[in-house]
């Protein structure tokens, strides 16, 4: 088991790059798939759930290889239609395979998703997609079994405009017969990152960015080479880690208007936000007001920069409130916060927080992938040392964090232990 040991109340300053987007990837490196050909994708982060669908989609048959970024994907020997259990229930994205292998070939057998712990999290928006398309669908022994000679085009009312439903509707519809529109669309740039390339692939996709998206079928599609976007919520956390720390930080390579709510959320509450066209600039500007929050779909506030902008709030002056709109139990890290002598608690939908003066460092855990990233934060702006578990999770969305991290001038090291035993660091 790794551990991270941070020793804090060091402001970061300098700059950092953020990688290619994690969640834009993992819908990208599927619909990559669909098409019996190779393509090569730029900007691919090498975090654990990319890893982990690099391998669910080499057990189906494609070839993929990763270099430093670069993505080489060859999907012409995909034959099976049935995904591995022990790695899809690591990440609820493998869920994209049910897209990709009933858009291929008509049949699909995917273990339900497992991934992070913040809600019920079910699949059934999907699956009603699914057969909205004209898929016969069936929940057996905890797999969805789903297929069709040939998908139909339909009209379809994504509930909640949920991301993972539309994304993995476009995968299926772009080799439907027929016209599908997709009403109350989710409008996320990963919606739109994943429509910009099934279209260079050769798929008709209309509206992508709105709420409602039109797909026209296609016989087949073909290879394509593109460039993922950057990381917004990677962006995010650096900003809130260089706003809570005191530093100046200049965050390189990202696109500011995919986080616009949190830049005004961090102005509003006084940190100073420069914006240029490839980049964006945090000053911390001495201490922080509390502000409210309301997590919201795109363009809103993001719903996984709610955690790590508690961090922030837990020392500011006066009291926030940060209501989540999206997913029903994204607090697992109120309690790990506590530890570290913040307080915060949760009433009903939101976490309550009055902003204390310091906090300290505690041994911890990153209960999942956003919860780490908020300790760790709250560990680079207290008093000491704190141990935190769990950097697996971590690891899943964030590429080099912690190296990241130690270039702007963290204290932040990265140990293996052994059972009980004390620390060692890693090679
Ligand atoms: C994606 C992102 C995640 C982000 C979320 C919302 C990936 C890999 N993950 O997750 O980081 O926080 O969008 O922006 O891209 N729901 C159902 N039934 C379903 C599908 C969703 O009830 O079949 C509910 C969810 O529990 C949640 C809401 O709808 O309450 C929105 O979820 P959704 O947008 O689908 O999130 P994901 O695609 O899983």
């Known amino acids: 088991m790794e551990k991270l040991i941070v020793n804090g109340g060091r402001a970061l300053h300098g700059a950092v790059r953020i990688s290619g987007g994690k969640n834009s990837s993992l819908a990208i490196i599927t619909a990559a798939c ?3 050909d190779v393509s090569v994708l730029e900007n691919v982060p090498q975090c654990r759930d990319v890893l982990t669908l690099k391998a669910i989609l080499e057990a189906l048959g ?7 970024g670069r993505m080489a994907i060859d999907a012409r020997a995909l034959a099976s239609h049935a ?3 022990d790695l899809c229930r690591q990440m609820r994205a493998s869920f994209y395979a049910a897209g990709l292998l009933l858009g291929r070939g008509g049949r699909a057998e995917i273990p339900l998703p497992g991934g992070c712990v913040i809600g019920s999290r079910p699949v059934d928006f999907h699956l009603r997609g699914f057969a909205a398309l004209g898929a016969m669908v069936e929940i057996e022994h905890g797999y969805m079994k789903a297929s069709a000679r040939q998908l139909v085009g339909t009209t379809f009312f994504v509930p909640r405009s949920s991301v ?10 772009s080799m439907a017969s027929g016209t599908t529109v997709l009403d109350n669309a989710a409008r996320e740039p990963e919606v739109v990152d994943t429509a910009v390339f099934l279209n260079l692939m050769g798929a008709r996709i209309k509206g ?5 998206i039109t797909i026209e079928g296609a016989d087949a599609l073909h290879g394509a080479s593109y460039a993922i976007i950057p990381d917004r919520l990677e962006a995010g956390t650096y900003l809130l880690a260089a706003a809570a720390t005191g530093g100046n930080v200049l ?12 830049l005004a959320k961090l102005e509003e509450a006084g940190a ?3 914006r240029g066209t490839d980049g964006v600039r945090v000053r911390a500007g001495g201490v922080h007001r509390g502000v409210h929050v309301d997590t919201a779909p795109y363009p809103g506030f993001a719903t996984d920069l709610h955690p790590p902008f508690v961090a922030l709030m837990s020392r500011a002056d006066g009291q926030s409130r940060i209501r989540e709109t999206v997913f029903e139990s994204r607090f697992g890290y109120v309690d790990e916060l506590r530890r570290m002598g913040a307080d915060v608690h949760v009433e009903g939908d939101s976490a309550i927080v009055n902003g204390v003066p310091y906090l300290t460092g505690a041994p911890v855990e990153a209960v999942d992938i956003r919860a780490g990233a908020t300790i760790i934060i709250a560990a680079l702006s207290a008093r000491g040392t704190s ?9 899943r969305g964030y590429e080099q964090l912690d190296g990241k991290l130690s270039a702007l001038g963290a204290d932040v090291r990265r140990v293996e232990v052994r059972g009980e035993s004390v620390p060692q660091p890693v090679a």
């Open 83 to 85: 995904a591995p259990y």
């Open 387 to 395: 141990e935190i578990a769990g950097v697996d999770n971590v690891d």
């Open 272 to 274: 100073i936000v420069e």
């Open 34 to 36: 669909l098409a019996a």
């Open 208 to 212: 992508a960015g709105t709420n409602s």
């Open 62 to 68: 494609a070839r993929i290889e990763l270099d430093r």
């Open 164 to 173: 993972g439903t539309t994304i993995n509707l476009m995968l299926a519809a």
């Open 251 to 262: 965050v390189e390579q990202m696109i500011p208007e995919h986080i616009s709510a949190l």
